[in-house]
Nanobody
Framework: QVQLVESGGGLAQAGGSLRLSCSAS????????MGWYRQVPGKQRELVAVVSSGGSTTYGDSVKGRFTISRDNAKTTGYLQMDNLKPEDTGVYYC???????????????WGQGTQVTVSS
């Protein structure tokens, strides 16, 4: 059974920084894309950033230039460095990864349980 566990959320002041980590565990053959999404009450979950297995990155418009996504393939861990935080960055951040669990399986999308990020003004 594959699990994604996020850590690093918490409270920060506007202009501050936080670093989120997402650790994948279980029987994992390969991980394709890893990404971060966030959700606030009453709104749909939105893309924050994704990184491919080759290192290509895509960012949501609201975080470009402030957030940096990265991954350590050897450790099956993804990171989201969040700088110059704004109150509108507040939300629950979810890790997502497309994972292959055997040589015969297809890629399947997995989600973490989410970690709260709160930015005060």
């Amino acid at each position: 059974q594959v699990q994604l566990v996020e850590s690093g959320g918490g409270l920060a002041q506007a202009g501050g920084s936080l670093r989120l980590s997402c650790s994948a565990s279980g029987v994992i053959v390969s991980i394709n894309t890893m990404g971060w999404y966030r959700q606030v009450p009453g709104k749909q979950r939105e893309l924050v950033a994704v990184v491919s297995s080759g290192g290509s990155t895509t960012y949501g418009d609201s975080v470009k230039g402030r957030f940096t996504i990265s991954r350590d393939n050897a450790k099956t861990t993804g990171y989201l460095q969040m700088d110059n935080l704004k109150p509108e960055d507040t939300g629950v951040y979810y890790c997502n990864a497309d994972i292959k669990t055997s040589g015969f399986s297809l890629l399947r999308s997995y989600w973490g349980q989410g970690t709260q990020v709160t930015v005060s003004s």
